[in-house]
């Protein structure tokens, strides 16, 4: 079982809402900072969004900001992207991250701050 599974991906029209999941297994997921990042052909990956371990502080992209949201259910050992508003410039494989160092000093937008990931999961937007 891979320790970190994301689901939810698909097909969507400008405009329209996906909803991604990442379900954390087999490591403690109430103290790891979680991370969504994004990745198109020939592209590096870039950082999308971050959430701490308690849900408190989030972070996002500028051109993600004010259209998706990051949340996160502990008791559920899932981290959530919901994504709004989606134009065809989304369209990207999403990978959700996780951070179990509490005192990892990398900043959150850098993919070395996040030490296991998902397989990814494919978002493509229509115009």
């Known amino acids: 079982q891979k320790p970190l599974a994301e689901s939810g991906g698909g097909l969507a029209e400008a405009g329209g809402s996906l909803k991604l999941s990442c379900v954390v297994t087999?490591?403690?997921?109430?103290?790891?900072?979680m991370g969504w990042f994004r990745q198109t052909l020939g592209k590096a990956r870039e950082f999308v969004a971050h959430i701490t371990w308690n849900g408190i502080t989030t972070h996002y992209a500028d051109a993600v900001k004010g259209r998706f949201t990051i949340s996160r259910d502990n008791p559920a050992s899932t981290v959530f992207l919901q994504m709004d508003a989606l134009k065809p410039e989304d369209t990207a494989v999403y990978y959700c991250?996780?951070?179990?160092?509490?005192?990892?000093?990398?900043?959150?937008?850098?993919?070395?701050?996040?030490?296991?990931w998902g397989q990814g999961t494919q978002v493509a937007v229509s115009s």
């Open positions: 087999g490591r403690s997921f109430i103290t790891a900072d």
């Open positions: 991250a996780a951070d179990f160092d509490p005192y990892n000093p990398v900043d959150y937008s850098s993919e070395h701050k996040y030490e296991v």
